[in-house]
């Protein structure tokens, strides 16, 4: 899928981050995403990925650091875009 796949650590354990329920942490890194709807659903579909942290259609709101200050994007769940 053209990820840059990395295991998640800790400074101050050893090894692979582990979550509450036993399941390793990865972190993979998508250069440029076109489509999150289709990239969620492919996530999903992998045998063994419990889950992901794209919040596709779940998140309606955005808190998003930029050098100038933080912005803050709404989505408006009535037209399904942003403001």
């Known amino acids: 899928m053209g990820a840059h796949v990395k295991e998640l650590r800790a400074d101050r ?3 692979i981050l582990v979550s509450d329920d036993g399941n390793y942490l ?3 890194g998508f250069l440029h995403v076109q489509d ?3 990239l969620a659903a492919e996530l999903d579909g992998i045998p063994g990925v419990v889950g992901h942290s794209l919040f596709y259609q779940i ?8 050098e100038d200050g933080p912005q803050i994007v709404v989505r408006n769940k009535e037209m399904g875009g942003v403001k």
């Open 13 to 15: 354990k050893t090894g």
């Open 59 to 66: 998140a309606t709101m955005a808190m998003i650091a930029k």
């Open 26 to 28: 990865l972190e993979a």
């Open 36 to 38: 999150a709807g289709r």
